[in-house]
């Protein structure tokens, strides 16, 4: 079977079972914080087996697009050399979620794997749990008894196993149960299986299939509850599976991987064996990662899940290099991705340009330090273990991530020190820390789901309600958390903030700062302006800020007004990318890889602001998820949608999936005024807006400070721009002016700092401060150094901005003669200022961030240098 028909065909035999095929998620976790990619097939359905969330069917079945490139499940050591690992892969899974339970899971395993598949029985086995008594659990007689009733595994092919194999937890408390494992022998000899082969792991053993029975919660002390409602969770990797019914040992040799891999010995021109073969199975796995995490809204960056990517990335690249592939090539394999999996997943289809821009741009960016890294790395290689400092050095100077490094080393039987390069690191590994905190911060306990019915929404309709406190809490810092039976406040999602307002009851008023999803409901937060924390209850009148409300409704509409004059002017491939709505401004990203000309960003902005004029009627309802894409609604970029979904209608101009607050018709925007618009990542650019009061305030200031540069400049408005460029051509003019007297005068001081020379074992070593003023001629002084110097060594050291420049220049005879090399020279000085750096053997320069060091360093340079003659 071809892996196209297993995943088809996988599908269609649980739908004849009664279940709901449903979409893969985006491997861009959307409300997930704990997750940079989703990891398994639990991950869309976690707030189901939490209690925080239901789907309108009780049998679901899926293929789930995974990612494990980061954090605990972490394959990517392993990705070439072995045969079955990846760091994509599709996840095949049929869910019961208080349904069936482990007789038909059992038995529909079976079924499909031996009657519909013809799987050879006599090359499977199963694993059930043998129970653990410190847990006070017993082993899993009923799946045991069961896989006697429902299969006829050969005898002898039923095992048990500890805790650690056959039983799943989602994490330290939660949902969690036993489950049972399907094995295949895939060796050449059926009659040489046996039990110790299977639990010593070999190759020629691989688990396909595993049925987790979700029958505990276990709390937070440890101690573990029957759940009132029973789950099923099955997972069988494709991959795997298509090795398994194509004869293949390897996944590699499948046709999962086979077409694209001939893509990249077609570009290389080589064959895929010997070391070739493990360059080629990387670059096809991590080729498939990046597409789909890109296609779903990833970005490569240098944090976050975006840092992951990048390196992904760079390790490809730098497999592309012991292939001879020089160029860029990742995005020139997308085609060959798409060819394979477009059908099943189009959002890949759909996104490949962008996909293919992305992967350009960021690969062309790094092949401009890759090779000369890769010569770094071979000269440092050559010193035996890497240090702490030449690992931060690619690091940090060259783009390439440790763990390329480490890969590397490990090839040449050397070792890394890990700990000096984290030390190294660790100023800027608290900045990612900060950030990471920032950007996936929970704001909510899973386990905290409040019981029975809250939080009904009506505030599209009505901005006041009467409403019922169902639960309100005050923090240490007297913060207020209030639950409502049914509140008009809107919560922050979909990139707009959340509604702020006003909450009265008997006896106390709480002035509700920010709205947010928390608790399987709605959580207003504020503060009490009447009352004490015991009034929190009965009855209430729930009142929307109107005026706030209103405006960010203005701001939200615009956005959706914007996106589609963005696609009008620049193309279809645009697609939002993320959003930021409050009442005071708007911010939008979008897929594009280039600035906005001037004209551009005029017909933009008029487009948007002509369909304000207009006055076109906003209009919402629901449809189907399908029906809504084949009537053209736009979504989100990765984001995972509900069956049925909102549709926001503005006249026959936009047409967009939201679940946003907005205005009844664009009139009642008044006007819009873009403010700005740049890059924030390869392919994504940002755009920055004002509407209604804000647009207008804008305005005013922006003539206010043409007016204020009119007085300044003598000048009236219309003619600013020739006054301000005839001011900076005379500005530059008097610049180089000043330049050329400073070098006059260096040259002078050059011809003293020679004559004061020091002596190191006979060779004249010039080390001088240069005044601040000077840092920027550093180059030109070092040029008039090295020319005066005959023969000697110099080095020069500045502070400019606050941070510290560094200059080395070595003769040519002493490079030849002595081996001194100016790049050795300046990088053990800058070592000294807390710095790095490099350069050529004749001048080379660097940097340091401690300005206090500077002197310090300097006077060091006698006995680096006496160092390296010594060498």
Excluded at 46 to 75: I, P
Excluded at 97 to 115: C, H, M, N, P, V
Aim: proline content about 4%.
């Amino acid at each position: 079977m071809k892996s196209r028909e297993i995943r088809e065909d996988f599908q269609r035999f649980f739908e004849e079972h009664g279940h709901q095929r449903v979409p893969s998620a985006p491997v861009v976790p959307r409300d997930d914080p704990t997750l940079y990619f989703t990891n398994a097939g639990m991950n869309q359905f976690k707030d189901v087996f939490l209690g925080l969330g239901r789907r309108e069917y009780t049998r679901a079945v899926d293929t789930q697009k995974c990612l494990r490139v980061s954090g605990k499940h972490n394959d990517l050591e392993e990705v070439g050399p072995s045969p079955r690992h990846h760091t994509f892969f599709e996840m095949l899974g049929n869910w019961s979620f208080g349904d069936y339970f482990k007789r038909e899971a059992i038995s529909w395993a079976w079924e499909l794997l031996t009657r519909r598949w013809k799987i050879d029985k006599g090359r499977l086995w199963a694993t059930v749990f043998e129970g653990d008594p410190g847990s006070g659990l017993e082993p899993d007689e009923e799946a045991e008894g069961l896989w006697g009733e429902c299969a006829d595994l050969l005898p002898g092919r039923l095992v048990r196993l500890p805790a650690e194999d056959n039983f799943w937890e989602m994490g330290a408390s939660g949902p969690c149960g036993p489950c049972s494992e399907v094995h295949y022998y895939l060796g050449d000899d059926p009659a040489q299986q046996s039990l110790e082969g299977l639990l010593a792991g070999g190759e020629d053993y691989t688990e396909i299939w595993n049925l987790v029975f979700i029958q505990y919660n276990r709390d937070e002390t440890g101690a573990l509850h029957l759940l009132p409602a029973k789950h099923v969770d099955t997972g069988m990797g494709l991959e795997r599976m298509a090795s398994v019914l194509q004869g293949a040992r390897n996944n590699y040799d499948t046709d999962v991987f086979k077409p694209l891999i001939s893509r990249v010995a077609e570009l290389c021109g080589k064959e895929p064996e010997g070391e070739a073969r493990i360059a080629m199975r990387v670059i096809a796995d991590h080729v498939r990662s990046l597409t789909f995490a890109i296609a779903d809204g990833a970005l490569p960056a240098n944090d976050g899940r975006g840092y992951v990517l990048r390196r992904l990335l760079r390790r490809a690249a730098r497999y592309g290099r012991q292939l001879e592939l020089h160029q860029p090539f990742l995005h020139r394999l997308t085609g060959a991705v798409v060819d394979q999996l477009g059908e099943a997943f189009p959002e890949i289809a759909a996104k490949q340009s962008h996909i293919a821009l992305v992967l350009r741009a960021e690969e062309e960016s790094f092949g401009k330090t890759l090779d000369r890294g890769l010569e770094i790395f071979e000269r440092l290689s050559q010193q035996g273990q890497l240090s702490g400092e030449d690992a931060f050095q690619l690091y940090d100077t060259y783009g390439f991530p440790l763990d390329l490094t480490e890969l590397m080393a490990r090839e040449r039987g050397l070792s890394v020190d890990r700990a000096g390069f984290e030390a190294a690191l660790e100023e800027q590994r608290q900045r990612a820390r900060q950030a990471g905190r920032g950007q996936f911060k929970a704001r909510e306990g899973v386990e905290d789901a409040l019981p029975g019915p809250h939080s009904l929404f009506v505030g599209y309709a009505e901005l006041e309600t009467d409403s019922q406190v169902v639960r309100a809490e005050v923090d240490e810092e007297g913060q207020v958390r209030l639950f409502l039976d049914q509140t008009p406040f809107y919560a922050e999602s979909g990139g707009q903030v959340g509604d702020q307002g006003l909450v009265e009851g008997e006896g106390f008023a709480v002035q509700v700062e920010d709205t947010i999803k928390a608790r399987g409901g709605y959580l207003h937060l504020g503060r009490l302006l009447a009352g004490q924390p015991a009034d929190l209850q009965g009855r209430v009148r729930a009142r929307v800020d109107a005026q706030a409300r209103l405006a960010a409704a203005r701001n939200h509409t615009t956005t959706h007004l914007l996106h589609e004059a963005l696609r009008r002017v620049l193309g279809e491939h645009v697609a939002q990318m993320g959003s930021l709505v409050t009442p005071q401004r708007l911010r939008f990203d979008f897929s594009h890889f280039a600035a906005l000309e001037p004209g551009q960003l005029r017909e933009v902005s008029g487009i948007v602001n002509e369909q304000i004029r207009a006055d076109l009627e906003v209009s919402t309802f629901e449809e189907d998820l399908a029906q809504a894409k084949k009537l053209g609604a736009q979504a989100l970029f990765g984001e995972k949608y509900e069956q049925r979904v909102r549709v926001v209608r503005i006249g026959d101009f936009s047409l967009e999936l939201c679940g946003g607050t907005h205005v009844r018709s664009t009139g009642q925007i008044g006007a819009f005024e873009l403010l700005a618009e740049g890059g924030i990542a390869a392919g994504t650019r940002r755009a920055e807006g004002l509407t209604g009061a804000g647009a207008e305030a804008a305005g005013w200031q922006q003539r206010q400070v043409l007016e204020r540069l009119g007085e300044l400049l003598n000048t009236p408005s219309p003619q600013l721009p020739e006054k301000v460029e005839a001011v900076l051509v005379r500005q530059r003019e008097l610049e180089r002016a000043l330049a050329e007297m400073r070098q006059r005068l260096a040259a002078v001081e050059v011809v003293e700092w020679v004559a004061a020379a020091q002596e190191v074992e006979g060779i004249k070593v010039v080390v001088r401060r240069v005044e601040n003023g000077q840092a920027t001629a550093l180059q030109a002084l070092g040029d008039g150094l090295r020319a005066r110097l005959g023969s000697g060594v110099g080095v020069l050291g500045a502070v400019a901005q606050g941070k510290v420049s560094l200059l080395a220049v070595v003769t040519d005879d002493l490079i030849k003669g002595r081996g001194l090399k100016a790049g050795d020279l300046v990088r053990q000085v800058a070592q000294l200022a807390g710095g790095s750096g490099g350069g050529k053997p004749h001048m080379a320069q660097a940097g340091a961030k401690d300005p206090g060091l500077l002197d310090q360093a300097l006077a060091g340079v006698p006995e680096i240098v006496r160092r390296q003659l010594d060498r």
